[in-house]
């Protein structure tokens, strides 16, 4: 108490900040917090989260619930200045409280171990005591021999009459928990400056189409420095259904008016060029696709070469070799037929492209026909002729996610670091051990003393494993 | 041979192994106690042999890698894996403390999710993996973060045993803490039997959840069945709290110490701590990073994970002030474990009803 009081101010706050329970309340405050913003949508029109109070509070409560919240920040609470401040405190503490414990336990650590007397060794809370046969020069060996097991490397001084053997491994284990600390710290850096110098946005890049900028939030555009291009973009799915195995862009990259760079990318898979990532997150079909799209067929009359056609929607073509033409006059990105034989369009995705085309013979209708790209069995004509759908180019857009984070080199490596310390302070131990030898008519009365900071019943173990090594030896020899 | 056959040899084996653990817990026959190790055995190596058969029928239909197609990509086959990590963690410790009473606690809850499974009719067809999970990190992330919840449901199942053991006054904060949660779980738990069997239905966990959920308990149209149901949840609350003590001399006889419970409670956060930090914390961030090319953007689910390790955080700070250790820091760990359902189950069930996320992704 006496030294509390004579504290000065200083000294109250570094105290206030170094301790364990600061933490635990900091813990406290931000898994608490946290929640709230898991239930609310962040970043959301102000009519979702009011929807989303009405369920939980009813309609009479939730539009004041909501001022309150959006007052304290909640819309966008991580983002918040207390909860900022929040996390600005945890990184306090977290520096203040190694600074505060660092130094005595790096002199512990540093600290050579000295040899103990008989009355020290009997205070740990595991000791051994026993008689073995021989003079301590004799047992010393097949002491050291059986305890080989336990890796120690021992130090050896010779006593009045005896010896005392003495050994510590893992000492540095007790760093691990400032490793993890450190750690939390590098990671919180790597986020700042990633916040600090990159950027988030994106990009919905219809085929064929070039870009200079990405954009965030409300269009605002962000200089990529360089163009990229999409080239193609495809959907692949399972079988015979509309759920996507896997969806890739064709990119490349410009330069000063030169391609440096080409590559598909697709989920996991992303593209990075100066810095700057480019992900695979979504796709869709251009508003004005009808416009600029191109048919890519291939046609194989009865008799005769196949060749590609590319066509617009509108277009006629011929039939190579042949009489009969055909004219695109209708297009559905997802086609549906149903039992009466009309066709419909059940999704705004290129789930199931079509198309229509009027067949003519020497410019006489014949017949009307849908034929699909994902069906092709749908690609023969009743005369012998096949017009094989392959693609609809230019219709589509690749969403994607474009990010700078020059921090995040900083942040993994904090999360190595992390990895590294949580290993040592969990699963490394910090043991000691003393082995005093004294002669006693002719016989060693042998002393251990050790401690562990950690899994003591697996190192008690260990030890007593040792010493029946040691007697097993003993009667063997009797 | 299909791994649907192991799986049922293994939930009739967990099930079988559940009323022999509890068998010896009242007769403490040693031979009893060999059977139901025995089953717990046949039961986890039947269900090692299915996860492994299931993991081949997803490459194969996948047509994946093998290390690409572990099948853990849906409730179903993740709840099936947490069984099997759960096991797998109480069989070390049946061993190493050569204690078989926390086997009467352990597999019913294998037992229970096994029949939730069943009784939900959580899909248990093989599903078509979603671009954004075809990655080499799903097999470490998924594995590792199981893993961790399994010690983390060990150390909740110890954390409530040694509140049970150490508290004595119902007055007591402990006393009331673990009587109110361990009602909580009951009322839940019976609630949703009744709903199940009430709809019988089969439909998608989600879906249950926001459509039946407590439907003919506590959220029924009809105000009398709703206000009985309250008071009826209420009544077991006040029951457990009134008669709670008599739990306490049920555990006395079991052999297991309070320091046992300390201990087994600190070793299996001591050991899902980390664990958990790598695998789910640290992975899943690389993993949204290299899908997304964000590693952190606090989405629920994220920051649910978040909240579980703050808890987890605390429990071990917890424990190095004195006079925390012992009860106090007995609360956080079970505190924790709630935490840790709510990452699993309540993010993807209940969260999403109120964000109701469509489109595409």
């Known amino acids: 108490m006496e030294q509390e009081k004579n504290m000065t101010f200083v000294d109250r706050i570094w105290k206030f900040f170094a301790s364990v329970k600061l933490a635990i309340v900091i813990f406290a405050l931000i898994a608490s917090t946290s929640i709230v913003g898991t239930i609310l949508d962040q970043k959301a029109e102000p009519a979702k989260n009011i929807q989303i109070l009405t369920k939980l509070f009813g309609e009479s409560l939730a539009p004041s619930l909501y001022n309150i919240f959006d007052k304290l920040g909640f819309m966008d609470m991580y983002h918040s200045w207390w909860f900022t401040s929040l996390l600005g405190l945890f990184a306090l503490n977290l520096i203040i409280c190694s600074a505060d414990r660092l130094p005595r336990i790096w002199k512990l650590v540093r600290e050579p171990l000295g040899p103990l007397t008989e009355d020290n060794l009997k205070k740990f809370p595991m000791n051994r005591e026993f008689i073995v046969k021989g003079k301590p020069d004799t047992v010393k060996d097949s002491v050291t021999d059986a305890l080989k097991s336990t890796r120690f490397r021992f130090a050896e001084i010779k006593e009045e009459n005896g010896y005392q053997l003495y050994a510590q491994k893992g000492n540095y284990s007790r760093l691990g928990v400032y490793i993890t600390h450190l750690s939390i710290l590098i990671i919180l850096i790597g986020a700042v400056i990633g916040i600090r110098f990159g950027f988030k946005g994106y990009l919905n890049l219809p085929e064929g189409d070039v870009s200079h900028v990405a954009f965030s939030g409300k269009d605002k555009a962000l200089p990529l420095g360089f163009e990229i291009r999409c080239d193609n973009f495809d959907v692949e799915f399972y079988g015979a259904s509309d759920m996507p195995k896997e969806y890739k862009s064709w990119l490349t990259i410009i330069k000063n008016g030169k391609e440096v760079l080409r590559k598909s990318i697709v989920v996991n898979d992303p593209l990075t060029y100066e810095g700057i990532t480019f992900y695979q997150s979504s796709f869709g079909l251009v508003p004005d696709g009808l416009n600029r799209g191109i048919f890519i067929f291939n046609v194989a009359p009865a008799k005769g070469q196949n060749s590609t056609i590319n066509l617009r929607f509108g277009d006629t073509f011929q039939i190579p070799g042949s009489s009969v033409s055909g004219k695109i006059v209708n297009f559905s990105p997802a086609l549906k037929i149903d039992e009466n034989g009309s066709a419909s369009t059940y999704a705004n995705h290129m789930d199931n492209p079509a198309v229509l085309i009027d067949f003519f013979d020497a410019g006489k209708y014949k017949y009307t026909g849908w034929i699909l790209k994902r069906h092709p069995q749908t690609w023969q004509l009743p005369d012998g002729n096949r017009v094989e759908f392959h693609n609809y180019w230019g219709v589509e857009y690749t969403g994607l996610q474009v990010r700078k984070d020059p921090g995040v080199w900083i942040v993994y490596l904090g999360c190595i670091a992390m990895s590294i310390g949580l290993f040592i302070a969990f699963f490394l131990s910090h043991r000691k051990i003393w082995v005093k030898l004294v002669e006693e008519k002719n016989n060693t009365r042998v002393i251990i003393g050790a401690t562990a900071n950690k899994n003591r019943t697996a190192f008690e173990r260990k030890i007593d494993g040792s010493i029946s090594i040691l007697n097993k030896k003993q009667e063997g020899e009797k | ?361």
């Open chain 2, 1 to 361: 041979m299909e791994s649907s056959v192991f799986f049922g040899l293994s939930t009739m084996a967990y099930f079988l192994a559940m009323m022999t653990y509890i068998t010896y817990l009242a007769f403490r026959k040693q031979q009893v106690g060999v059977l139901a190790t025995t089953l717990t055995i046949f039961g986890f190596v039947s269900q090692t042999i299915a996860f492994i058969l299931r993991w081949n029928e997803f490459s194969v239909l996948g047509g994946m890698g093998f290390m690409r197609s572990v099948p853990l990509t849906n409730l179903y086959e993740s709840l099936i894996f947490f069984v099997w990590c759960l096991i797998a963690g109480y069989l070390i410790i049946e061993f190493k403390f050569k204690n078989r009473s926390f086997g009467a606690f352990i597999t019913p809850i294998a037992g229970l999710a096994l029949a939730f499974i069943d009784l939900t009719g959580v899909s248990k067809e093989i599903e078509p993996l979603v671009p954004a999970l075809k990655s080499n990190w799903l097999l470490a992330h998924v594995t590792m973060s199981f893993i961790a919840y399994a010690a983390f449901s060990v150390s909740f199942s110890t954390g409530l045993m040694y509140l049970i053991t150490k508290t004595e006054k119902r007055n007591e904060l402990a006393y009331i803490f673990w009587t109110v949660t361990f009602g909580i779980f009951a009322v839940v738990f019976v609630a949703m039997g009744i709903d199940m069997f009430a709809f019988k239905v089969a439909v998608k966990p989600d879906v249950f959840v926001q459509t039946y959920l407590f439907k003919t308990s506590f959220f029924n149209p009809s105000p009398i069945v709703k206000i009985v149901s309250w008071i009826l949840g209420l009544t077991t609350l006040f029951i457990i709290w009134r008669y709670g003590l008599f739990l306490k001399k049920v555990i006395e006889k079991f052999n297991v110490t309070a320091d046992m419970l300390d201990e087994i409670t600190y070793k299996s956060i001591a050991i899902g701590f980390p664990i958990f930090t790598l695998g789910g914390l640290i992975f899943g961030a690389i993993w949204a990073d290299q899908a997304w090319g964000v590693y952190w953007s606090w989405d629920p689910k994220e920051t649910w994970s978040l909240i579980t390790w703050f808890i987890y955080a605390f429990y071990l700070h917890g424990r190095m002030i004195r006079g925390w250790k012992g009860k106090k820091v007995a609360i956080v760990a079970v505190i924790g474990f709630t935490a840790v359902i709510f990452t699993y189950l309540g993010v993807n069930l209940l969260l999403s009803g109120l964000h109701a996320y469509g489109g595409m992704e």
